[in-house]
Every structure is written in structure tokens, then in C-alpha cells.
Nanobody, 113 residues
Framework: VQLQASGGGLVQPGGSLRLSCAAS????????MGWYRQAPGKQRELVAR???????DYVDSVKGRFTISRDNAKNMVYLQMNSLKPEDTAVYYC????????WGQGTLVTVSS
């Protein structure tokens, strides 16, 4: 499975962005789809993930602000990010797992005034 992330950019604190992950050929049989991020000088961390049944999981720092969703018919995964903070600045990566472990290239999100 190939993953292509997009939607990053520069946004002011308090703003919103929507990241998209386009998968090929299909995520229908990929149980776990997620978003990870890596800030400068830090380890990559899980931000959010969603199962095929729609169960979601978020890192505490984004709960209530970020929403992950998936559209298996369109082979897309999204991350809606609201109330962005400077500490959300990172390269965001799309991931698919179980079975396999697939990574897309990152998309940079910069939150700054």
C-alpha cells in the first residue's frame, strides 16, 4: 500500500488544517490507519489512529482538538486539526498497519504567528 499525505502548511495559533492521506491501491483490508508526527529533535509519536470499525484513539495532547476519519470507498484518511498550538508543529506522517506496516512521506505543519 502506498500512502501520500498532503494538506500541511503554515497556520496561526488557534487555526485549523485538514490533512489528507491518499492510499493506493486500497485500505479496505488495512485495519489500522493512523497519523504520526515528528517534531525537530523529538521522536516520532502516534497522534491518532482509527480501525476499520471506526474506533479511534488519540494522544492526550490532541484530544478534543483533532479528529481522525477514514473513507474506505475513496481510500482516504483524514486528520482534522483545530485549535492548533505551536507545539503541534511537526512533520506529520500517514501510517497503515495490521496487516503490514506502511508509511507515506511526511507533510509539514507549522503553527506560528
Amino acid at each position: 500500500v502506498q500512502l501520500q499525505a498532503s494538506g500541511g502548511g503554515l497556520v496561526q495559533p488557534g487555526g485549523s488544517l485538514r490533512l489528507s492521506c491518499a492510499a493506493s491501491p486500497s485500505i479496505f483490508y488495512v485495519n489500522l490507519m493512523g497519523w504520526y508526527r515528528q517534531a525537530p529533535g523529538k521522536q516520532r509519536e502516534l497522534v491518532a489512529r482509527i480501525t476499520n470499525s471506526g474506533s479511534t484513539d488519540y494522544v492526550d495532547s490532541v484530544k478534543g482538538r483533532f479528529t481522525i476519519s477514514r473513507d474506505n470507498a475513496k481510500n482516504m484518511v483524514y486528520l482534522q486539526m483545530n485549535s492548533l498550538k505551536p507545539e503541534d508543529t511537526a512533520v506529520y506522517y500517514c501510517n497503515g498497519a495490521n496487516p503490514g506496516n506502511y508509511w507515506g512521506q511526511g507533510t509539514l505543519v507549522t503553527v506560528s504567528s
